[in-house]
């Protein structure tokens, strides 16, 4: 059995992943939130549900304990306070696996002109974002993180990945996608350990996302 937990369980792209997750039969999921009773809909009696805060590394530190895989889906511009609090939580705890949902363009790596139209909407938000993602790389944890762009209720789950390093393709990230892979990591922890990984949707590509045209 592998014992998973969730940060930030109630943002849209965790419950995409929880929905998915919850059909592993080998999966004990643990639900991290300020609000438990946002996911009174989606829990299950099989699920434990925390009342925390992750800007508390004390209440992390107490839920990550006998976690094997630690899922970051958090947002806001504290990220980097709050994915640092889980990062060290993780390490006190002894979890070894983690899984960070941040953000493209954080590394200036979308197309132009979709990089400078994005920056413009958003890069308020990218040195946050940046510092989040070099904490969870130099971290001592077996790490993957996930950095898709504008995200979309689109069932589609087809995926283009690039690396860090390479220029990103497309626009848009559908949540579901976004849930598939990660839950497909939970299945298979051992892979992308080391990666940095843009994650979209093919077909996408353009100057800004379809939604903004």
């Given at each position: 059995m592998k014992n998973v937990i969730v940060i930030g369980a109630n943002g849209r792209t965790a419950r995409e992943a929880i929905i998915r997750?919850?059909?592993?039969?080998?999966?004990?999921?643990t639900l991290f939130l300020r609000r438990p009773e946002r996911v009174?809909?989606?829990?299950t009696e099989d699920m434990t549900v925390i009342a925390g805060d992750a800007h508390n590394r004390e209440a992390l530190r107490a839920a990550l304990a006998g976690q094997d895989i630690v899922i970051v889906a958090l947002g806001g511009t504290d990220l980097d306070e709050t994915t640092?609090?889980?990062?060290?939580?993780?390490?006190?705890?002894?979890?070894?696996?983690?899984?960070?949902?941040?953000?493209?363009?954080i590394y200036d790596e979308l197309p132009e002109p979709f990089n400078t139209w994005d920056a413009a909407q958003v890069g308020f938000t990218r040195p946050a974002n940046r510092r989040a993602a070099d904490v969870v790389e130099q971290s001592s944890?077996?790490?993957?993180?996930?950095?898709?762009?504008?995200?979309?209720d689109d069932d589609a789950t087809d995926i283009e990945l690039t690396r860090r390093g390479e220029t990103y393709r497309g626009t848009e990230t559908s949540r579901a996608s976004l849930g598939e892979f990660i839950a497909g990591l939970v299945a298979h922890p051992e892979s992308h350990i080391g990666e940095n990984l843009g994650i979209s949707r093919p077909g996408t590509d353009g100057d800004r996302p379809a939604a903004y045209r």
């Open positions: 997750l919850a059909r592993q039969g080998d999966v004990a999921l009174a809909d989606l829990a640092a609090n889980t990062v060290r939580a993780a390490e006190d705890a002894g979890a070894r696996r983690i899984i960070a949902v941040n953000a493209g363009g944890l077996d790490s993957t993180i996930l950095r898709p762009v504008w995200l979309t």
